[in-house]
């Protein structure tokens, strides 16, 4: 099936790859080449087995059958460390950095840059942090390399992941969703040095589920669908625009597929949440919206625009301070806030963007995890583990989470059905405000469009929604209104006909927008 | 289509095991060791003295003490956390108990002797905090009674435990001082009290009787044998920590906060009660192993009495398969920690092993049971 014959070396071949966890196969006979100076496209659905496969090339899993050459020679990756010495970089789908260190020492750590001679023993912070600089500023993040990465922002950390990455001086590098978490101008910037990369010779695998960036930068895509390799297309041969996504999108799921924005309906009259005069320290500078009742209410802005932080002040994971005659009202009551649970009382709930480190417990399982926030409505007074499992059932067909069992550890499931299972956590508590951050982030395009239509059909029960998301199209697709955040403050409200996308990129980048991308 | 099982299912012992409970592990070690044991007597001629019911019944019994605190520890290590101060606790709430009993039994002798003592002039034996609680027990008509002392001194233990633990959960969660450095200052604390009670000597009860019935005592069983008090009490404390831990909305938050706190914290959890519950648990623990140990000596030496008794609880624990890091804790392992500890002992005994090589035993079969329980390799 692979159209492997045409090229004569590939720097590396996957041969026949199976991978067995317990009940589940992941792979089951992959083939695959990958060729220097070529950008590889891996799509499929949630599940489907992108990073298990990118796991074993990446010498983090080892594969139950199958063989993986590497310049014709058939290896044994025993390690990540292998895979490193053979020049294989990795960017893995979840974070990855040490919280307490510093960006520039997240950057080179197992790679310290010391220095020589009878200094050798010791760390040459100089080195280190110019090294930093210059692959930042290689991607134009705007980072400060001696920032502990614990205070940088999801979209932040996956830049230092990124610039960590090609601080390798890889052959092979392979991305996992890298830009599921970065706005336009970040993934902008990274698919420049994608393209630089193949130039210098560089195989590169790009794994994505935003289809339109797959095409756009590869030169071959491979779908994979229950772990077997379907196809490989150029993005020549699927046409162009939409009709190009769509149709690579039919491939993955293996039937038509529709659009996936499903038609509005209006929003009530009603104003559910009103926010006056809300500054998060450093952060947020007195910001004020409101959101109608049944209303879907987008927040759109660039990487440190202050939308995640507005949001946890809201639920009060921030401290927040209020300029007079400022405060957060509740369906007409003041809200007094004071830490998320106080919120999760009023009947707000906060999807956090950050999965791995503040939605879900990892060391538990999915049934648990989806009833955590909501675990009051199953105790009687004994937790009715029948009930839970019911309730988890129901998600995982409503969703459709490919789990194994109910109540598997959830770090067994794929990356993006963790994503559905924090999202399913929080609809379980029934809450009147739900603000969704990164709601749909590495969610393939078929359960991106059932997570819609769940929105949707909760705003029909009088759910109020916040979206914040990185992804334009999700957010104009869905939305009714859509406020543009730049540097902390609101920049603008766009509805109807003013909120298409280069209004928000407008308004998110400033006025100056050169001077913006000029100070990155 | 991963959601229904492949048909090929790849090196099934690996699967069969991946199954397995993790005390299994520690389960197998102790049936091994029984086996060792008992082969080894019976070879030697000593017939199967070690598999006699009074013989296993004992062991449980010596061990059920450090066994009840074990079970809080696990709760404990669930968290995420850890309590050295146990074993101190025990010697002070135990010798405090033991102290308020006496006062209330020998009431009327420490009113007469006060009182004597002012007559002829000289310094009274009995401090005027002392007297002043005499005074008081007489008062409400309990002076001198045995039943009463010692209900008022297991009281005491049982009101005392739970209060240090809430304390150090305080500490540990408005303080946001590691529960490390909290309980190890119990550690030094609590001892030192103890030891400043009775200047450094020992504890003993002046109920001759009644006092020593939960500790001493037991359910008849067949053929002359007992079932110790102390044992059924491990036995209802493992019962009730398991339905806590597995069962209720309570040990969820436990596990959820051990394995990842901020995630918990995010989902709304009281993070801060739930550690507060849990320490106070640890403490109700050591006051429930307090009052037993103390009722079985019908004394507390308060330089010997829970000697150590945070590091038995702690390697049963961890033999049995909870994580010091926290988010993984099976009650079911622990106990097999505990008998596991109590059969190793037991065992070295019977082989005449030197005595001063005991500990070595120990602690190999301790690091021995961790190492071969790291089947997650990543988790660990
Ligand atoms: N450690 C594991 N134990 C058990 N099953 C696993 C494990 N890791 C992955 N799986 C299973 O293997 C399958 C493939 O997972 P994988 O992470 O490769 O999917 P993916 O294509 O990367 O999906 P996504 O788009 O959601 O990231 C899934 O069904 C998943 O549940
Ligand atoms: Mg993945």
């Known amino acids: 099936m692979s159209v492997a014959a045409d090229a004569s070396n590939p720097l590396i071949a996957v041969r026949g790859i199976v991978k067995d966890f317990a009940a589940t196969r992941a792979l089951d006979g992959v083939n695959l080449d990958i060729r220097a100076g070529e950008v590889l496209g891996l799509v499929g659905e949630n599940g ?9 090339l990446g010498g983090i899993e080892t594969p139950t059958a199958g063989s993986v050459s590497i ?4 290896m044994n990756l025993r390690g990540p460390a292998d895979a490193q010495r053979l020049g294989i970089a990795m960017i893995h789908q979840e974070l990855n950095l040490v919280d307490e260190l510093t960006v520039a020492d997240n950057i080179f750590l197992g790679r310290e840059r010391v220095h020589v001679g009878a200094g050798r023993w010791f760390v040459d912070r100089a080195v280190t942090r110019a090294g930093a600089w210059k692959w930042l500023a290689e991607i134009s993040a705007d980072i400060d390399p001696d920032t502990p990465v614990k205070r940088l922002s999801i979209a932040q950390k996956q830049m230092v992941e990124i610039a960590r990455a090609l601080s390798c001086d890889a052959r092979v590098l392979i991305m996992d969703e890298p830009t599921a978490v970065l706005t336009a101008r970040e993934t902008t910037a990274l698919l420049a040095e994608v393209r630089r990369l193949r130039g210098r010779g560089v195989a590169i695998v790009y794994i994505s589920h935003l289809l339109g960036e797959v095409l756009g930068v590869c030169d071959r895509v491979v779908v994979l669908r229950d772990g077997r390799l379907v196809t490989v297309v150029t993005p020549g041969e699927l046409g162009t625009g939409h009709v190009a996504e769509a149709r690579l999108a039919s491939l993955m799921v293996g039937r038509e597929m529709a659009d996936h924005f499903p038609p509005r309906e209006p929003s009530r009259p009603g104003v559910v ?18 959101l109608h009742d049944g209303e879907i209410l987008g927040f759109a802005g660039l990487i440190g625009a202050g939308r995640t932080e507005l949001a946890e002040g809201i639920v009060g994971l921030r401290r927040v301070a209020f300029s007079d005659g400022g405060g957060i009202t509740l369906s007409g009551k003041p809200l007094k806030i004071g830490d998320v649970r106080d919120s999760v009382e009023a009947g707000i709930a906060y999807l956090s963007e950050d999965r791995k480190g503040h939605g879900l417990v990892l060391g538990m399982g999915v049934a648990e995890n989806t009833t955590l926030a909501a675990l009051r409505g199953f105790c009687r007074p004994l937790i009715d583990r029948g009930a839970e499992e019911v309730v988890t059932a129901e998600y995982v067909r409503a969703l459709s989470i490919r789990v194994g069992g109910l109540r598997d550890r959830i770090d067994t499931l794929s990356g993006g059905n963790q994503q559905k299972i924090a999202l399913a956590k929080w609809l379980q508590t029934g809450p009147k405000v739900l603000i969704l951050d990164e709601p749909t982030r590495g969610v393939d395009i078929g359960a991106k469009e059932e997570i819609y239509r769940h929105i949707q059909m909760l705003t029909r029960r009088g759910v109020s929604c916040i979206v914040i998301s990185s992804e334009l199209n999700e957010l104009l697709g869905l939305c009714h209104r859509v406020i543009v955040m730049r540097r902390g403050r609101i920049a603008a409200t766009l509805d109807g006909a003013a909120a298409t996308e280069e209004g928000v990129m407008y308004h998110a980048a400033g006025v100056g927008a050169t001077d913006a991308m000029g100070d990155a | 289509m991963s959601d229904t099982p492949t048909p090929s299912q790849p090196r099934p012992f690996r699967r069969w095991l991946d199954r397995l409970p993790q005390w299994a592990g520690p389960l197998a070690a102790l049936m091994l060791l029984v086996i060792y044991t008992v082969a080894h007597e019976f070879l030697r001629g000593g017939g199967l003295a070690f598999l006699r019911p009074e013989n296993l019944i004992n062991i449980v019994y010596q061990w059920s003490f450090v066994g009840i605190i074990a079970i809080g520890m696990t709760l404990a290590m669930t968290l995420g956390g850890i309590d050295l101060s146990v074993g101190s606790l025990v010697a002070f709430i135990g010798g405090l108990g033991i102290w308020v009993m006496n006062t209330v039994i020998t009431a009327p002798g420490i009113i007469q002797s006060v009182r004597e003592s002012a007559e002829i002039g000289i310094t009274p034996d009995y401090g005027a905090f002392r007297a002043a609680m005499a005074h008081a027990f007489v008062s409400i008509g309990v002076g001198g009674s045995e039943a009463w002392g010692a209900a008022a001194g297991m009281a005491v233990m049982l009101v005392v435990g739970p209060l240090a633990g809430l304390l150090h959960g305080v500490l540990i969660a408005k303080g946001r001082i590691s529960p490390l450095i909290v309980t190890l200052g119990g550690l030094a604390a609590y001892r030192s009290l103890a030891q400043s009670l009775v200047d450094g000597g020992e504890f003993r009860s002046s109920s001759p009787v009644i006092f020593g019935y939960l500790g001493q005592g037991g359910i008849p069983l067949f053929g002359g044998l007992r079932l110790p008090y102390p044992v059924i009490f491990f036995a209802l404390a ?13 040990g969820r938050y436990v596990t959820a906060i051990g394995c990842n706190e901020r995630a918990a914290v995010y989902s709304a959890i009281p993070v801060g009660r739930i550690k507060m519950l849990t320490y106070t648990l640890v403490g109700l623990a050591s006051a429930v192993s307090a009052l037993l140990v103390s009722s079985r000596m019908n004394s507390v030496s308060s330089g010997q009495t829970g000697l150590f008794y945070e590091l038995d609880a702690i390697a049963a624990v961890v033999v049995g398969g909870t994580r010091m890091r926290g988010g993984a804790g099976t009650i079911a392992g622990t106990v097999i920690g505990v008998l596991m500890l109590g059969v190793i002992g037991n065992m070295l005994n019977m082989l005449d092993a030197p005595v001063y090589l005991q500990g070595l035993v120990k602690g190999v079969v301790i690091v021995a049971a961790v190492l071969v329980q790291r089947r997650d390799g990543r988790e660990s």
């Open chain 1, 71 to 74: 310049d014709g020679h058939i």
């Open chain 1, 273 to 290: 949440l009103e926010v006056k005069g809300l500054s998060v320290a450093g952060r947020v500078e007195e910001a004020g919206f409101t």
């Open chain 2, 238 to 250: 493992a019962v009730a920590a398991y339905v806590l831990l597995n069962r209720t909305r309570y």
């Open chain 1, 48 to 56: 489907a087995g992108k990073s298990t496969l990118m796991k074993v």
